[in-house]
């Protein structure tokens, strides 16, 4: 996984089969990834930017995009919730922008 | 380097974000992390949710050790901090095994136990609580034997009713004891009590509301049984109480720090020594803008913005603003989330359908909405978190 702040600042990490970007930006200490609920798809606070396409990643359920509208960070297209982001090779090297605020 | 060292007194959601944040706060000197479990901080949520249904004993941990090494936060696992003397410069604490830990700057995050059950035969092997790791292991082994078929649930609080929807997942058949007339009695609008009623009824869990536990009969070879003030048994193969919990306040105490019942804190989460900081469930917060009547609101949120202020006034920067204190949980598939405190004389209004299973209740102290309740309506739940945030901002002169 690559991690980049909005500062530039890019940080760079191994995720496992199952393991979400959440639980992957937690484990390795990213700044500005909160994931407050622990998953439970109740806080928004593990707010992501992916960079480049979305093809090969987990559809956008409903909950998530309900949870979405209430972003401190304005929502994007390419707006995810990094607890349901779970990334499966090819794309585990895919890039994340960390938004400006939780 | 820093002559200073941080000591922070219990190692669970609050003291871990304490130490963090003091790290991210500049603090320079260095952080210990004493904590009475084994092991490394994890969260308690899950454990009266997926944690009991799976056969998997690991519990969700927060950072791995070698994250904690890198930002120089020394984790003391597994010690126990029995007493601490204070000094000008700051003091010393001893842990178990007769230990001593210097510090300059101390704070406590001792957060709460379980509340036990004030009963005749309480002290019964049959009755379990749940407050940590390892209370959620004796309890999920319980409970996946296969000899467990009843399970008499004491309380129908969260930890209460989310514990009740995971029995029946397991195929247990489970009775819910309440005092009160409605579970969730003080933490939700009545609507919302009698939709979570519906739904575990629908469940098929035996609800009974009204009634008073007496005593906890056990006698050999036979199934343990709840006596109910009307003279009436519930028999059950295994009881859990989740009927509050008490904050920890021992040391606190032994400190001469004010206690109410919880660490008395003021907005900058200093004790009434003015120099100790208290975070999280061991705490009774004064009275606060996103918290008129100052409640004790035992939360991930509450433990994590609590922590964080507290390390900024130990780190002496500046603290992070107020926030919209929210809450969640889980009962079997019911989300439940809310955001902000309904203050007394607020209207509360139903907006969506309870009968689709999906609505809120909005609650507005004059024009301005201060709470929401929201039962699987997360899209209503964010707008309104954000609502309250935006439309609460302290204007100039105007005290909260
Ligand atoms: C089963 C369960 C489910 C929950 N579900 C939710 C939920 O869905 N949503 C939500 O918002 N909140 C939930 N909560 C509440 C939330 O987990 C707590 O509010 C939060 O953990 C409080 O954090 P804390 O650090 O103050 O206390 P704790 O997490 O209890 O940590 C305190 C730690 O201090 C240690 N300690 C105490 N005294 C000493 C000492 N003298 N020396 C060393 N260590 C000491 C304890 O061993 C403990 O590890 C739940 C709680 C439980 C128990
Ligand atoms: S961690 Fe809370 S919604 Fe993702």
Known sequence: ?102 | MSSQRALVIGAGQAGLQLAESLRAFGFEGSVLLAGAEKGLPYQRPPLSKEFLLAESVAPTVFRSGEFLESRGITLLDGHRIVSVRRDAGGGEARDSTGRTWAFTHLALTTGACSRVLDLPGADSPAVHYLRDLAHARRLGNAARSPRVRRVAVIGGGFIGLELAAAMTALGKSVTVLEVAKTVLARAVDQRISRYVEGALLNRGIDLRCGVQPVAVLDSPGRATEVLLGDGTTVSADLVVAGVGATPRTEIAESLGLACAPGIVVDGRNLASDNRTVAAGDCTQPERSLFNPLGLRLESVNNAVTQARVGAATLAGVEPPPPSVPWFWSVIGDIRLQMAGMPSPGATADVQGDPLSGSFSIVFHQGATLVAVQCVNDPARFAAGRKAIQRGSVIRPGQKP
């Open chain 1, 1 to 102: 996984m690559i991690y980049v702040q909005a500062n530039g600042h890019r940080q760079v990490t191994d995720i496992q089969p199952g393991e979400s970007v959440m639980s992957n930006a937690i484990a390795h200490g990213i700044e500005g990834i909160v994931g407050e609920c622990g998953g439970f798809l109740s806080c928004a606070s593990c707010h992501v930017y992916v960079v480049g396409t979305l093809d090969g990643l987990p559809p956008l359920g409903d909950l998530e995009d309900a949870m979405l509208e209430g972003t401190a960070a304005p929502r994007r297209d390419s707006s995810r919730l990094g607890c349901q982001l779970f990334i499966e090779p090819p794309r585990d090297g895919v890039e994340i922008e960390v938004p400006p605020a939780q």
